[in-house]
């Protein structure tokens, strides 16, 4: 990643920049991902094939999760997990987060419908936005004040939320 990208994203605001930017490399999508969620003052929804953990197992984007989660009685975290396999096979900190501050993290699987949807995509307060247009490359966008877009991926996401059901193989059993 080029120093004068790895400054542009550090210095972009929520809501006030609206320049799409392209992402081609993992730690592109990493640093992204972590400056859109540090920034996140209410909600944040991401749609995800495996829960990348070179993206989303970061310890600063974990730190920009937990803020959220406890900043507000309102702020709400969600995700929705395609494919729960290496999450069950590695463990994930998100994954331990969320059953730890379970009334503010919920993971879902999407229902059959949506399992093969291969755009990934993380927005935040319904502002700002990182997709990846297919899940397993790092080819996409961010933008951190493009509401036309980030509402349309949030629509799309609530849609399938409402169909969708928590994932009963991510459950952890206490005996």
């Known amino acids: 990643m080029t120093e004068s990208l790895m400054e542009q994203l550090s210095r972009l605001q929520l809501g006030e920049s609206g320049d799409k930017i392209h992402l081609q490399y ?36 974990l730190d920009a999760v937990k803020q959220l989660a406890i900043a507000s009685q309102l702020s709400k975290i969600r995700v929705l997990l395609q494919n729960n396999d290496r999450v069950q096979k590695q463990g994930h900190r998100l994954l331990e987060m969320a059953r730890r501050l379970s009334s503010k993290i ?7 419908d949506y399992l093969n949807y291969l755009e990934n995509f993380l927005v935040v307060d319904a502002t700002g936005y990182v997709k990846r247009g297919v899940y397993h490359r790092y080819d996409g966008e961010v933008c951190f004040a493009c509401r036309l877009e980030a509402v349309k991926y949030e629509n799309f996401f609530n849609e399938v939320w ?4 928590p994932d009963s193989d991510l ?5």
């Open 162 to 165: 409402e169909c969708s059901e």
């Open 171 to 175: 459950r952890r059993l206490y005996l």
């Open 106 to 112: 919920e993971i879902r699987r999407p229902k059959t």
């Open 26 to 61: 993992k730690d592109e999508h990493r640093l992204a991902t972590q400056c859109l969620a540090q920034q996140s003052r209410r909600s944040l929804a991401i749609f995800t094939y495996d829960l990348d953990p070179y993206v989303y197992d970061q310890a600063d984007f």
